[in-house]
């Protein structure tokens, strides 16, 4: 009676193989397009059916991390005889997959930390230009930046394209990918020229991040279809075009070469360069000293239509200085719809020993009408004067306002909050339906 059972179960299990195995071959690749690429190279020795499946597969995902788990060679040279090895397998699987590969290819992904591959960097783009890919994403981190060259640039069916560690320098001929719709750039360096060249010779472009860059000091974005955009890293000046642009997320890091007072011999506006187009924005994040460089030229207290329809802003490194406190108000003077305000505390050492409020004498403001202003959020509260002032001002500002919360530091002492609490409360409100909660 066993051995029914078993013959039985062996019987049902040969029949659902082989209906796996007698699928057709474009399901199949799908199938295998869900493994990394080294996994289904493996897969196509199961069976004569599947042999050569991978070559046509849609998609393919390289990763050196595969290779981590090889222990070759003598116990004393493990580290290098790995590092040898590991190398070799990989550049073996890549050369493989692309000459290999019969298409059409949608989707190419190649990441690598372990080891430098920039002798093979070249020869892997140009095989893979052979292949029209829409969706290339290549993230190899050891070593120098890699230099992209001329044949990727060709590749005209891209949509997608996400490139980290790499040095940007575009061919004289280049003309633009005009199918591309998200461009993402991490860790790289270009010029000035290169990168407002590449952004604009992308008609079809509703999506840029560049993060971490070198070599760029004049940042000109000027892309008509754009929809989001990210920029962190360092530059000295920001001009964008963008009059579809709904958000927009801003880091500077050189927050350090800025003035902390208004230029007086240079006046111009840098509230009206950076944000003049920008009519359709709806949600706007300011990070590390964005505000610091707003502040350097001519603040004008209204750029006509300009966040007209602009209803979440977020400060996401606050500095608690008194020229930011004058560019927010700048902005807070063009947003007529701002519903959500978030800030997120970060203040330097000296905040804590002033003497004053502020680190310089406090200007006279034009209170922003902050009619639809209904929640404010600040996180990291440490009870410094100048956050209690800050708050003071949006509670006399904000007639509508529903919620204030107020999310505590950790570390911060139960004295400090508990005097500032004090202070808040006693604080008057534009708003009669205000409330103060702190967690």
């Known amino acids: 009676m066993g051995h029914a059972k078993k013959a039985k179960a062996k019987h049902t299990i040969d029949v659902s193989s082989d209906r796996i195995s007698s699928l057709p071959q474009d399901i199949k690749a799908k199938i295998l397009s869900n493994l990394n690429t080294d996994m289904a190279v493996r897969a196509s020795v199961l069976s004569s059916a599947w042999r050569n499946v991978w070559t046509t597969t849609p998609d393919i995902f390289l990763c050196d991390c595969k290779f981590c788990s090889c222990n070759d060679g003598p116990a004393s040279d493990s580290s290098k005889a790995f590092s040898v090895s590991a190398r070799s397998k990989f550049v073996t699987l890549v050369d493989m997959a692309l000459s290999l590969h019969k298409g059409p290819l949608d989707t190419f992904t190649i990441h690598g930390t372990h080891s430098s591959y920039h002798d093979a960097f070249a020869r892997w783009m140009y095989m893979l230009s052979t292949k029209g890919p829409g969706v290339i994403t290549i993230k190899l981190t050891s070593g120098p930046q890699y230099k992209i060259p001329s044949s990727l640039f060709s590749m005209s069916h891209l949509h997608f394209l996400y490139l980290k560690n790499c040095s940007i320098s575009l061919p004289k001929k280049f003309e633009g990918f005009k199918s591309l719709k998200v461009l993402k750039l991490k860790v790289f360096s270009s010029t000035d020229s290169d990168i407002s060249n590449l952004i604009s010779s992308c008609p079809l472009l509703d999506e840029v991040h560049l993060v971490y860059f070198e ?225």
Request: one cysteine or more.
């Open 215 to 439: 070599g760029i000091n004049r940042l000109t974005i000027q892309a008509q279809a754009l929809q989001l955009l990210k920029i962190e890293g360092n530059f000295e000046d920001l001009c964008v075009e963008a009059p579809n642009l709904v958000i927009m997320y801003l880091r500077l890091d050189n927050g350090e070469g800025y003035q902390s007072v208004p230029v007086q011999g240079e006046r111009k506006n840098y509230l009206k360069q950076t944000f003049g187009s920008l009519t359709c924005i709806e949600r706007l994040n300011i990070g590390g000293s964005f505000l610091t460089y707003l502040s350097k030229g001519c603040m004008l207290a209204k750029v006509p239509g300009v966040f007209d329809h602009l209803e979440v802003f977020c400060i996401e490194r606050c500095l608690w200085r008194w020229t930011e406190v004058v560019a927010a108000c700048s902005l807070f003077q063009n947003a007529p719809l701002l519903s959500e305000l978030d800030i997120w505390s970060y203040p330097r050492p000296e905040a804590f020993t002033r003497k004053g409020i502020w680190d310089q004498d406090e200007t006279e403001l034009q209170a922003p009408k902050l009619d639809h202003l209904i929640l404010i959020t600040l996180n990291d509260f440490m009870g410094l004067d100048c956050e209690v002032s800050l708050l003071g001002l949006l509670l006399s500002w904000a007639p509508a306002l529903e919620e204030m919360k107020i999310n505590v530091a950790e570390g911060t002492t139960d004295k400090r909050v508990f005097k500032a609490t004090k202070k808040l409360l006693a604080l008057p409100r534009a708003s009669t339906k205000a409330k103060i909660i702190l967690t």
